[in-house]
């Protein structure tokens, strides 16, 4: 090679080794570490909180439907259900009402679930006439806000009779409590029905003989 090319090809190496060496604006720009401290703002805290009204990507968080998301309308305990109530949704709530529900309330709802007859204190039957009168919304309060004898009106408890209802609304989305409702409304029917809330064309059904299963018991 000749000289002059050798020249030209060592600075080329040596100034490529520089380059590398060094580092860039993107490598060595300031930033804070993951709840570390930032001298910048008043309170040294480099974790800011969102500017308010902030909605994170793909989350309903405005929530801004009163019946759906509190169970309230015009300021009042809502009387109706947010969605027309479908088989599945009964279906759905059927499931969710067993999973969180029964252990206290039982499957028919008169409160005497499983770990009652172990000692837990007794809720009230869904079947009282002012449970059963109570509207959806009041359900629902219950739910996401939970329950102590003190917001109660008009109840009178015995001093042991501490009733206390958790609220559930981290463990149930919106729709899964108002099918909880719903089912609870089935199961209040299904214990105070009469002749005349069957549909005519089913009456017919009631007349016919009960079948056996295998084991021998009726169903």
Same mark, same amino acid.
């Given at each position: 090679?000749?000289?002059? #090319?050798?020249?030209?090809?060592? =600075?080329? $190496?040596?100034?490529?080794?520089?380059?590398?060496?060094?580092?860039?604006?993107?490598?060595?720009?300031?930033?804070? #570490?993951?709840?570390?401290?930032?001298?910048?703002?008043?309170?040294? !805290?480099?974790?800011?909180?969102?500017?308010?009204?902030?909605?994170?990507?793909?989350?309903?968080?405005? !929530?801004?439907?009163?019946?759906?998301?509190?169970?309230?309308?015009?300021?009042?305990?809502?009387?109706?259900?947010?969605?027309?109530?479908?088989?599945?949704?009964?279906?759905?709530?059927?499931?969710?009402?067993?999973?969180?529900?029964?252990?206290?309330?039982?499957? =028919?709802?008169?409160?005497?679930?499983?770990?009652?007859?172990?000692?837990?204190? &007794?809720?009230?039957?869904?079947?009282?006439?002012?449970?059963?009168?109570?509207?959806? /919304?009041?359900?629902?309060?219950? $739910?996401?806000?939970?329950?102590?004898?003190? !917001?109660?009106?008009?109840?009178?408890?015995?001093? %042991? %009779?501490?009733?206390?209802?958790?609220?559930?609304?981290?463990?149930?989305?919106?729709?899964?409590?108002? !099918?909880?409702?719903?089912?609870?409304?089935?199961? &209040?029917?299904? &214990?105070?029905?009469?002749?005349?809330?069957?549909?005519?064309? &089913?009456? /017919?059904?009631?007349?016919?003989?009960?079948?056996?299963?295998?084991?021998?018991?009726?169903?």
């Amino acid at each position: 090679m000749r000289p002059g #090319a050798i020249v030209i090809a060592s =600075s080329l $190496l040596v100034c490529g080794a520089i380059i590398g060496c060094e580092r860039d604006d993107m490598w060595e720009q300031p930033k804070t #570490a993951v709840l570390g401290t930032n001298e910048f703002f008043d309170n040294d !805290q480099g974790a800011r909180m969102p500017v308010k009204g902030t909605v994170a990507r793909g989350a309903d968080n405005l !929530q801004e439907d009163d019946l759906l998301y509190r169970g309230m309308e015009n300021g009042k305990l809502a009387e109706r259900f947010p969605f027309e109530i479908t088989e599945n949704d009964l279906n759905a709530g059927h499931d969710k009402y067993d999973a969180f529900c029964s252990p206290c309330h039982a499957k =028919s709802g008169d409160g005497m679930g499983m770990i009652v007859q172990r000692g837990y204190k &007794q809720p009230f039957s869904f079947h009282i006439d002012r449970l059963r009168n109570a509207t959806p /919304g009041y359900f629902y309060s219950v $739910l996401i806000r939970g329950l102590r004898p003190t !917001q109660l009106p008009g109840v009178k408890f015995e001093p %042991d %009779d501490d009733k206390v209802h958790p609220a559930v609304a981290h463990k149930l989305s919106p729709v899964e409590r108002w !099918q909880i409702i719903a089912y609870i409304r089935a199961l &209040q029917l299904s &214990q105070n029905a009469t002749i005349e809330d069957v549909p005519m064309e &089913q009456r /017919g059904e009631l007349d016919k003989p009960k079948t056996e299963g295998s084991n021998g018991e009726s169903h």
